[in-house]
């Protein structure tokens, strides 16, 4: 029985996707709930599982091509493919070497496969389990690269051996044209409405860290034998600002044609990472979480969005949004609102610097924060005031608690 497969809903308001990549090729064998393709929305990435067993007989939107919610883009035979039997079958060949169980690769691992052209058996194993990591693939790729590069050293030496020298003045240059993910150009549209739209400000301070730094050192073995994760610096921050829109409410309000809507919430974004541009997972009632439940959450977005594995309503919503260019050793920055947000705070690397305390100069790590507003809604002395707080209660943690 031949069986559609199309585009699942992937959001409230996504209508449409664009075919990240196929996981499978034409006349392959799936099983139910393999992921056969990978598909790109504007807020995340998808992985499509088959629906039943059977063979992907045809592929009707290539990689690259955009298709509606609900279209169908493939069609699958269900049901378990015979081996056909050859007429005259060829002599088996000679194996040196027993049967191995059939090579995997992590999710990510996958799209980079597809992305290179590589079957999953080429490339040496060194995960878990005997899983292909993109660690692994990423390092076959860079052999392949080494030794066409030599090939072609190799080449182009015997061809420069008979062949003119070239005109002085001219160079062999190349470009390569690479289009861009509809997640990528999204965040693009995004960033560039955001600077057309708003009135965006910046200002800095920076915080002494020390307390910080001593609070996890106290209680960071307690904390991770309690908890089963670290204790980063990632909580404290979102603690401090939910403080600090508490006594701003408008930086966590957003415009809404010519009305002011307050949100009684705090529903806070934060920014991360991925091979295929920035995503900001939101996690909802912040408010109401512990250290540990923050942590946890930080850990689980951070893995899944690098693994596609973020679904597009967690990217909906969100009142305010932190991002940590720190990670990347990022010193000082200006991060950009995430509209219609009225507010993004920045983190920044920790670095030990000479600062002035009672009269004597003294080493501290440091860290310079950056809070990016929009100031259609929020005046300076509101923002300043703001970042001043978040400065307050990190630098001083029992605050916290006290609530003070």
Request: hydrophobic share 40%; charged share 25%.
């Amino acid at each position: 029985m031949m069986i559609e497969l199309k585009v699942p809903s992937v959001g409230e308001s996504i209508t449409e996707v664009e075919i990240g990549s196929w996981l499978k090729t034409e006349g392959a064998t799936v099983t139910k709930d393999e992921s056969v393709a990978v598909i790109e929305t504007e807020k995340a990435t998808v992985e499509l599982p088959a629906p039943e067993t059977g063979t992907l007989v045809k592929i009707l939107k290539q990689q690259g091509e955009t298709a509606k919610v609900g279209e169908t883009i493939a069609h699958l035979e269900v049901g378990k493919s015979e081996p056909r039997v050859a007429t005259n079958p060829a002599p088996p060949p000679k194996v040196e070497k027993s049967p191995t169980a059939p090579a995997r690769a992590t999710p990510l691992a996958k799209h980079v496969l597809a992305e290179h052209d590589l079957r999953v058996n080429e490339v040496p194993a060194t995960g878990p389990g005997g899983r292909v990591s993109k660690a692994d693939v990423l390092h076959h790729v860079e052999q392949l690269q080494k030794e066409k590069t030599a090939a072609s050293a190799a080449s182009v030496e015997n061809i420069a051996l008979s062949a003119p020298a070239p005109k002085a003045g001219t160079s062999a240059r190349e470009e390569q044209v690479v289009r861009m993910s509809l997640l990528r150009r999204t965040i693009a549209k995004r960033l560039v409405e955001a600077q057309h739209t708003a009135a965006l400000l910046t200002t800095f301070n920076e915080v002494d860290m020390s307390a910080v730094l001593a609070f996890r050192q106290q209680y960071q073995e307690a904390f991770q034998k309690k908890y089963g994760i670290k204790l980063g610096f990632m909580s404290f921050f979102v603690k401090a600002v939910i403080d600090g829109l508490k006594q701003f409410p408008l930086l966590n309000a957003e415009i809404r044609d010519t009305d002011i809507v307050y949100h009684n919430y705090h529903d806070i974004g934060l920014a991360v990472s991925t091979d295929r541009g920035l995503v900001v997972p939101v996690l909802p009632d912040a408010d109401r979480l512990s250290f540990a439940e923050i942590e946890q959450a930080v850990a689980d977005f951070a893995k899944r969005a690098r693994d596609g594995k973020i679904k597009p309503e967690e990217l909906t919503g969100g009142t305010f949004t932190i991002t940590n260019g720190g990670v990347f050793g990022s010193l000082l920055s200006t991060p950009l609102v995430n509209p219609p947000q009225s507010g993004i705070l920045g983190m920044h690397t920790i670095q030990e610097r000479p600062i002035a305390v009672a009269g004597q100069v003294v080493i501290r790590p440091m860290m310079y924060v950056a809070l990016t507003y929009d100031h259609r809604i929020v005046d300076g002395k509101e923002a300043v005031q703001f970042l001043r707080r978040v400065k307050d209660v990190v630098e001083n943690p029992a605050r916290m608690f006290l609530e003070i």
